[in-house]
């Protein structure tokens, strides 16, 4: 069994855990042996998520630098919790799936271009894709690696490219976002890094 498949699975057996009538529903989170089992389980699966990430994650577009190894560069204008790196710096360059993805509302677009959310099937982060020639419907599915779009002409920030804005809130919680510049300048921490601190501390 792969570490991909032993995620899985120990995803679907936290669910199905959390549907009993008889000690969750009624203790939760909050107190008794069932704190301790899921915070237990809770820790294993974030070790399994960070040994599979780290073999999956890709680029944005093929040749490029994994998304773990992107530093956040700037907030995403009218977009709050999304903030972004900017990347594909050449109009009609392929935009592939760094992770499997499934297109998700709302409905977007990008001034120019076209855009779409997507959210992330392993990592749990949520994407804003913008500046596009192309806005896939939602409910479709992308494999890793797979063709989503080519970047639009544009001029925002000085020329083509592709602007990817990542949502942290699933593994951060409501409101919080991963740390970023807010001048198109790098230097924040790398996305691995502020990953690997939340999932293994």
Excluded: C
């Amino acid at each position: 069994m792969t570490n991909q498949a032993r995620l899985n699975l120990l995803r679907e057996a936290q669910e199905t855990l959390k549907k009993t009538t008889k000690g969750y529903v009624q203790v939760g989170m909050n107190g008794g042996n069932w704190k301790v089992a899921m915070n237990q389980l809770m820790k294993l699966e974030n070790e399994l998520l960070w040994s599979v990430l780290l073999n999956i994650m890709g680029p944005v577009f093929k040749g490029g630098k994994s998304l773990l190894l992107q530093d956040l560069t700037h907030p995403t204008s009218g977009i709050p919790l999304y903030p972004a790196f900017d990347d594909a710096f050449e109009v009609g360059t392929p935009i592939i799936a760094p992770e499997p993805l499934v297109v998700v509302e709302p409905l977007t677009s990008s001034r120019p271009g076209k855009a779409f959310y997507a959210a992330g099937k392993v990592s749990t982060l949520e994407y804003w894709f913008g500046h596009l020639d192309r806005s896939p419907k939602i409910g479709t599915n992308f494999k890793l690696g797979a063709f989503m779009a080519k970047v639009a002409p544009n001029s925002i920030g000085g020329g083509p490219h592709v602007h990817v804005g990542v949502n942290a809130e699933n593994l951060l919680g409501k409101g919080e976002q991963f740390e970023h510049r807010t001048n198109y300048t790098h230097g924040a921490p790398l996305i691995l890094t502020q990953m690997k601190k939340v999932l293994l501390g």
